[in-house]
């Protein structure tokens, strides 16, 4: 059974980096999938952020491009998700999932081979 499960502060300060982790479990980051960020702010659909490949390559949604750093540490099966220079807009639920394909349309379903993680809010307060 494949898992994860995000980590990282709850309340960022406006202006400072999000850092958000998630370890994966009964799975591997090398397999060959988009282990992917996503968010929901409050009353909006979801909205894929990026991804990093099975073999290292990363994937930015354009929007977030310069904001956005995605990596990952194999040894400890975690990816990590940092995104700089944060604002009011960007409170939402973060997701990380385990996903077949990359999203940079306007919709990130929900399919039933993909794997997510329960989610995190974040808030954005001084």
């Known amino acids: 059974q494949v898992q994860l499960q995000e980590s990282g502060p709850g309340l960022v300060k406006p202006s400072q980096t999000l850092s958000l982790t998630c370890t994966v479990s009964?799975?591997?980051?090398?397999?060959?999938?988009?282990w992917s960020w996503i968010r929901q702010p409050p009353g909006k659909g979801l909205e894929w952020m990026g991804a990093?490949?099975?073999?290292?390559?990363?994937y930015y949604r354009p929007t977030l491009k310069s904001r956005t750093s995605i990596f990952r540490d194999t040894s400890k099966n975690q990816f990590t998700l940092q995104l700089s220079s944060v604002t009011p807009e960007d409170a939402a639920v973060y997701y990380c999932?385990?996903?077949?394909?990359?999203?940079?349309?306007?919709?990130?379903?929900?399919?039933?081979?993909?794997?997510w993680g329960q989610g995190t809010q974040v808030t954005v307060s001084p």
């Open positions: 999932a385990r996903l077949r394909s990359l999203y940079y349309g306007n919709y990130v379903p929900r399919l039933p081979d993909d794997y």
């Open positions: 009964g799975g591997s980051i090398i397999d060959g999938y988009y």
């Open positions: 990093i490949g099975g073999r290292g390559s990363i």
